[in-house]
């Protein structure tokens, strides 16, 4: 026997001596020799429970120039599995007949006689210091393979244990019945950027929920912004007061909701992109006449912070400005169809001259989360509302990093942020023009250096703009069936990860792939419960439509729909009411 197959045995000769506790790992199997690549091992089992998808278990060898207590435990995770060995299949055919019945008339007597072959991708040996390192060592033919126990789990799989500063405990393993917590490590999370990718239904709002309540939790108080298109995140209000985010300082998180009402842009901080984006079904002449006008404002109000629409307008007008052959100056005619779209965006509710509710001090706080609602707001208006408030926060960040501004300014923001964008797609899409993808790959691409984190949460992975996606190194997949949606996948999953995509059909709603900079190695998680309330539930149509007919409804409805008694008509005599 070599030095690996005798590793155990030396162990319990240790524990028998000392008489110290040692749970002996459990043996699932025995390796048969290398796999496909040079990064697998197959090993031969009879233990069809344990030997799941996703799975860990572990081999183990001696360094020579280790004692065997240290000897390395070379973590590896199951990525394919199949049948080599049962009884025959005529066995099976007759329904009729139990197939142990028969296997015992002929001799069978083995309990479980069905052979896998299953195979591994090596994960590595876990430092403390260094994650996973691969130590390029197979496991020799014979040698035992062992399930990974819940304790080794626990204490390699997490960057950091759940409850210590910077970390997020957003679930436990799927395939464990025991609950082994599953912590994301907040720092990597909101530096190397993240992304949500689930189909509709699968709760990837949930779980974008159960992330926000980490981040607001006592060890991590974290400074929060919520793009929500779709009104879906107002109950995070429920954490005010509530138990599990006092902290013993006297902390308790700040939640702030910007309604469509509360919302006011300041016009200057546009560009003039956006107020192209606000300004449909402009021709060729009106955009180089707004392009001058926005120059010439520009170089009108240098040194100013605020100029308004009808500053906009004076410039069009000297813009469009032309002058004949005779000297004389005369007004063209893009000036007035431009000053009339011009002036429909001065009637917007949401662009002001001086208003301006979404500066990076209102939005940002550590230990506040900041939900800027827009439900209510048209697409080219979300688009353009994304667009300035990133583009401010960005700003921000680098010239207070510069310290390029002072304290009482606006834009002063002395700490990291992490913003979080729902329906992403719409606001980076793949093949269309869109104000929000430039300074979205901005910030994903130099967001790190100046502590400015993205979150993005989309249903249609294939539609979101490749490049925007692959920046986010943290990633958590939920249950996806459209082929290029899981096409798209791919490319933007690590390696290690790519293995667990083929359960994205079989998942469940409230199951995710974590994979990525947050986590030491992908695994499969369950979600773990909110403690606010979730604001995303799907209506319950049948249950509305029953209401409808309740009899109180019905009544309501009735005494609504009953014509207007009309006036009695006055009595006369000869002309005269006698009323």
């Known amino acids: 026997m070599n030095a690996d197959n005798l590793l155990l045995d030396s162990r319990l000769a240790t524990v028998a001596s000392?008489?110290?506790?040692?749970?002996?790992?459990?043996?699932?199997?025995?390796?048969?020799?290398?796999?496909?690549?040079?990064?697998?091992?197959?090993?031969?089992?009879?233990?069809?429970?344990?030997?799941?998808?996703?799975?860990?278990?572990?081999?183990?060898?001696?360094?020579?120039?280790?004692?065997?207590?240290?000897?390395?435990?070379?973590?590896?995770?199951i990525s394919a599995r199949c049948l080599i060995d049962h009884l025959p299949d005529r066995i099976f055919a007759d329904t009729e007949i139990s197939p142990e019945t028969i296997a015992a008339l002929v001799g069978f007597t083995y309990n479980n006689p069905e052979i896998y072959e299953i195979t591994v991708d090596v994960v590595g040996y876990f430092d403390s210091n260094l994650g996973f390192m691969n130590p390029r060592r197979t496991p020799n033919p014979g040698a035992k393979v062992y399930l990974a126990d819940d304790v080794m789990l626990r204490r390699v799989l997490n960057k950091k244990q759940p409850g210590e500063v910077g970390a997020a405990h957003i679930g436990s393993l799927l395939l464990r019945e025991s609950d082994v917590p599953v912590a994301l490590d907040v720092k990597e999370l909101v530096s190397t950027h993240m992304a949500i990718l689930a189909g509709t239904g699968s709760g990837k709002s949930y779980t974008a929920g159960v992330l926000i309540e980490e981040l607001l939790l006592p060890h991590n108080r974290a400074a929060v912004l919520v793009f929500d298109p779709h009104g879906e995140?107002?109950?995070?209000?429920?954490?005010?007061?509530?138990?599990?985010?006092?902290?013993?300082?006297?902390?308790?998180?700040?939640?702030?909701?910007?309604?469509?009402?509360?919302?006011?842009?300041?016009?200057?901080?546009?560009?003039?992109?956006?107020?192209?984006?606000?300004?449909?079904?402009?021709?060729?002449?009106?955009?180089?006449?707004?392009?001058?006008?926005?120059?010439?404002?520009?170089?009108?109000?240098?040194?100013?912070?605020?100029?308004?629409?009808q500053?906009?307008?004076?410039?069009?007008?000297?813009?469009?400005?032309?002058?004949?052959?005779?000297?004389?100056?005369?007004?063209?005619?893009?000036?007035?169809?431009?000053?009339?779209?011009?002036?429909?965006?001065?009637?917007?509710?949401?662009?002001?001259?001086?208003?301006?509710?979404?500066?990076?001090?209102?939005?940002?706080e550590p230990g506040q989360v900041t939900v800027l609602q827009m439900n209510e707001i048209s697409q080219e208006e979300q688009q353009v509302?994304?667009?300035?408030?990133?583009?401010?926060?960005?700003?921000?960040?680098?010239?207070?990093?510069?310290?390029?501004?002072?304290?009482?300014?606006?834009?002063?923001?002395?700490?990291?942020?992490?913003?979080?964008?729902?329906?992403?797609?719409?606001?980076?899409?793949?093949?269309?023009?869109?104000?929000?993808?430039?300074?979205?790959?901005?910030?994903?691409?130099?967001?790190?250096?100046?502590?400015?984190?993205?979150?993005?949460?989309?249903?249609?992975?294939?539609?979101?703009?490749?490049?925007?996606?692959?920046?986010?190194?943290?990633?958590?997949?939920?249950?996806?069936?459209?082929?290029?949606?899981?096409?798209?996948?791919?490319?933007?999953?690590?390696?290690?990860?790519?293995?667990?995509?083929?359960?994205?059909?079989?998942?469940?709603?409230?199951?995710?792939?974590?994979?990525?900079a947050c986590v030491n190695t992908p695994v499969l998680c369950k979600v773990r419960q909110r403690l606010t309330k979730h604001g995303g539930e799907t209506l319950n149509a049948p249950e509305?439509?029953?209401?409808?007919?309740?009899?109180?409804?019905?009544?309501?409805?009735q005494i609504q729909q009953a014509p207007v008694a009309a006036r009695p008509r006055s009595q006369t005599v000869r002309g005269v009411s006698i009323e």
């Open 311 to 364: 500053d906009l307008i004076a410039a069009v007008r000297e813009a469009d400005m032309q002058v004949d052959e005779e000297g004389n100056e005369k007004s063209g005619s893009s000036a007035p169809a431009l000053e009339w779209k011009l002036e429909r965006l001065e009637r917007s509710q949401y662009f002001h001259t001086f208003e301006h509710t979404v500066a990076p001090r209102d939005l940002f």
């Open 233 to 309: 995140y107002g109950t995070l209000t429920d954490m005010r007061g509530h138990p599990a985010f006092q902290g013993s300082d006297g902390y308790t998180p700040k939640v702030k909701i910007l309604t469509p009402e509360d919302i006011r842009i300041r016009v200057s901080s546009l560009d003039y992109y956006d107020i192209m984006t606000l300004l449909p079904d402009m021709s060729d002449r009106q955009q180089s006449i707004l392009n001058k006008a926005y120059r010439l404002l520009q170089r009108h109000k240098q040194g100013e912070h605020r100029w308004g629409i």
């Open 385 to 516: 509302i994304c667009a300035a408030v990133l583009r401010q926060s960005n700003q921000a960040r680098m010239n207070t990093q510069r310290e390029l501004i002072k304290p009482e300014d606006e834009n002063f923001l002395p700490y990291p942020v992490f913003i979080i964008v729902e329906e992403a797609h719409r606001f980076a899409p793949a093949n269309e023009p869109s104000r929000c993808k430039a300074v979205l790959r901005t910030i994903l691409s130099e967001g790190r250096k100046f502590g400015l984190g993205m979150g993005l949460i989309t249903q249609r992975p294939g539609k979101i703009d490749s490049d925007v996606l692959s920046q986010c190194m943290s990633q958590f997949i939920m249950r996806i069936v459209n082929p290029v949606d899981q096409e798209s996948l791919k490319y933007g999953v690590e390696a290690a990860g790519r293995d667990l995509l083929k359960e994205l059909p079989a998942l469940t709603k409230g199951q995710i792939i974590v994979a990525g």
């Open 18 to 77: 000392t008489g110290s506790a040692f749970v002996s790992p459990r043996v699932i199997g025995t390796v048969k020799g290398p796999g496909e690549t040079g990064n697998q091992y197959v090993f031969i089992t009879a233990d069809n429970r344990s030997v799941k998808i996703g799975e860990f278990v572990f081999y183990e060898v001696v360094v020579p120039e280790r004692e065997y207590e240290s000897a390395l435990q070379i973590l590896g995770k």
């Open 544 to 557: 509305m439509w029953q209401k409808h007919f309740q009899e109180h409804h019905a009544r309501d409805r």
